[in-house]
């Protein structure tokens, strides 16, 4: 891993978020790209990222772990597809970016999935060695 990257690999938890604005800061990126994975229409994405903040901001409580489970929802209810266009298959591709996108561990991607854990592992390795062997050709 690149230095940058590792700079960047924090878990999301321990980003202080107190207002709206903080979470916006810190997360609308994140939250668009794994939108757009499954969409692949950046204008479908960014209105399913904005609904997710605006429900965000509605929130009695502020926190990244329903803000994420709004998205995984979103996913859910909306992408008929059963793999992406990179040819991973829809649980793969979402558990390894809520992991190295969103920086979820592995107990929150359970819990906003419905996956088990060990699933949740499983789902990463193998999208990680799917994108590992498409690298080295």
Known sequence: MNSSFSQFNQEMTVLPISTIED????????????LDTFFEDHRVSLEHTENAFRAMQNADKLNTHDLYQLAVDCIFQNYQEKQTTGGLPTGDAMCFLLKEVGRLRYNEIADITGYTREDVKLHIARA???LIDRMAH
């Open 23 to 34: 979470l916006v800061s810190a997360h609308y990126e994140k939250v668009f790209s794994l």
């Open 128 to 130: 990680r060695k799917v």
